[in-house]
């Protein structure tokens, strides 16, 4: 079945530094990957919806400038987290949709990004 | 805009009782819903899904969904819970090429 990975699994930055997340479609090509957010005993988040060749899509409030994300191929999206702040520890998710209209979506592990 | 109600932030049920996690969706048309199970520090699992047709769906684990338009309903059930069953189970929408909407969640402890 379809698979996403998604590394690191955890990372520990200090402030002030970038941090770079990626998200790999194994075995089928991913038009559309979307970024999630969730904090501690909470629901995921919506941060922004990455398509391939062109930018991507962010929700409100979500600060461009700070999450970078790159969707240079059909299997690979990046989110970086740039001057990264302890605010900004959080776990991030990334999802693919697997084939067209609604055939589902699948989830990458997830990364666990501290910030001290 | 579409939204997903799970009433329960957390329920505690004894290991072999029956479970039943409700969600109520709120949207026009028939939305396509989904139910997730996350684990500590892992990312999601699907389920099962209702699309369209039968409204008793039959997920992996044992578990199932029954979808209810007149309650806008789409409550997941198992008739016999396991301790592996503990985990964080999320109800979600979408409809046409919008991303998922999420529920808030619902913890379930499982006590022997």
């Known amino acids: 079945g379809a698979v996403v990975s998604q590394h690191p699994s955890w990372v520990i930055c200090k402030s002030g530094t970038s941090v770079k997340i990626e998200c790999r479609s194994l075995?089928?090509?991913?038009?559309?990957m979307f970024w999630y957010r969730q904090f501690p005993k909470q629901s995921l988040m919506l941060m922004a919806t990455?398509?391939?060749?062109?930018?991507?899509?962010?929700e409100q409030g979500v600060e461009k400038d700070k999450f970078l994300i790159n969707h240079a191929s059909l299997t690979l999206s990046t989110l970086t987290v740039t001057s990264a702040h302890p605010e900004d520890s959080s776990f991030y998710i990334c999802?693919?949709?697997?084939?067209?209209?609604?055939?589902?979506?699948?989830f990458g592990s997830g990364t666990r990004l501290t910030v001290v | 805009a579409q939204s997903v109600t799970q009433p329960d932030i957390h329920i505690t049920v004894s290991e072999g009782a029956s479970l039943e996690l409700r969600c109520n969706y709120s949207y026009g048309a028939t939305p396509y819903l989904f139910w997730y199970v996350q684990s500590p520090g892992q990312g999601l699992q699907l389920l099962l899904k209702y699309f369209s047709g039968d409204t008793l769906v039959q997920g992996i684990k044992g578990f199932e969904a029954e979808f209810k338009r007149s309650q806008s309903s789409f409550n997941l059930r198992k008739p016999s819970v396991h301790w592996s069953d503990a985990a964080e189970y999320f109800c979600?929408?979408?409809?046409?090429?919008?991303?998922?909407?999420f529920g808030k969640g619902t913890r379930l402890s499982v006590i022997a």
């Open positions: 979600a929408v979408h409809s046409g090429n919008t991303p998922l909407v």
């Open positions: 999802s693919a949709r697997t084939g067209t209209g609604i055939l589902g979506y699948t």
């Open positions: 075995d089928f090509q991913a038009t559309t």
């Open positions: 990455s398509n391939e060749g062109s930018k991507a899509t962010y």
